[in-house]
């Protein structure tokens, strides 16, 4: 099984809503990934897992909080989103040693109104 | 951190003709060299990458050329199909004591006509 799932695939929420985001592996992989992709633009690295461990933040505001409840669960919890949040958010794994294959999922397209 | 650039932003070429994207890095100490594609609307899947102990790998038409000296990468894609447009993203990761953070490039905008 080389399948990372994100759940939703579509979301909408309101400014004033609090929504998460789940993103699920079965590959033992040990680092789990968050990224947002705005339209026509590369993946940005929000959140980095370690271990369960939260190893890297990009200085990412605290409307999104990250939660690693296992090693093959990771949610993104979002509360009080911006217009400017709507993007594609991917989730993805690898086994996080340099030089391994970073599987992602289809993402979630999200749309703050 | 890593800096990465990549070119062309954007390379149309003719069904059965060849296309070459190149990137070039800034970090040294970088030892992978990744290629992702990501056709519309869908997710980035690594499709060729490389490491520092080799200078070429080749997967039936899809190529990866490395110069460690220069620090940059190629893809390589030969005898190109409709199914080749996408986007392509060259990804280095950033050195880090674990979990590869990936730094994508811009992207390059494959088109192929037929």
């Known amino acids: 099984d080389t399948e990372v799932t994100q759940t939703p695939k579509h979301l909408v929420m309101g400014m004033t809503n609090k929504k998460s985001l789940k993103c699920e592996q079965h590959?033992?992989?040990?680092?789990m990934y968050w990224y947002k992709q705005k339209a026509k633009k590369p993946p940005e690295l929000m959140f980095v897992?370690?271990?369960?461990?939260?190893?890297i933040n990009e200085s990412v505001p605290s409307r999104f909080s990250p939660e690693c409840p296992n090693s093959s669960l990771l949610n993104l919890h979002l509360h009080a989103l911006q217009p400017e949040d709507s993007a594609l958010y991917l989730c993805?794994?690898?086994?996080?040693?340099?030089?391994?294959?970073?599987?992602f999922g289809q993402g979630t397209r999200l749309t703050v109104v | 951190g890593e800096n990465v650039e990549q070119h062309p932003s954007t390379l149309s070429v003719q069904e059965g003709d060849s296309a070459v994207i190149k990137c070039t890095y800034s970090d040294s100490a970088s030892n992978y060299f990744p290629w992702y594609k990501q056709e519309l609307g869908k997710r980035p899947q690594l499709i060729i990458d490389?490491?520092?102990?080799?200078g070429e790998k080749k997967d039936q038409r899809i190529a990866v050329t490395l110069n460690k000296t220069a620090k940059h990468f190629s893809l390589h894609i030969t005898e190109t199909q409709p199914e080749d447009s996408a986007v392509y993203f060259c990804?280095?990761?950033?050195?880090?004591?674990?979990?590869?953070?990936?730094?994508f490039g811009a992207g390059t905008i494959l088109r192929v006509k037929s």
């Open positions: 590959m033992g992989h040990r680092a």
């Open positions: 490389i490491r520092s102990n080799v």
């Open positions: 993805a794994s690898s086994q996080g040693t340099v030089g391994t294959e970073a599987f």
């Open positions: 897992y370690s271990y369960e461990k939260l190893s």
């Open positions: 990804a280095p990761p950033e050195i880090m004591e674990y979990g590869n953070k990936l730094v």
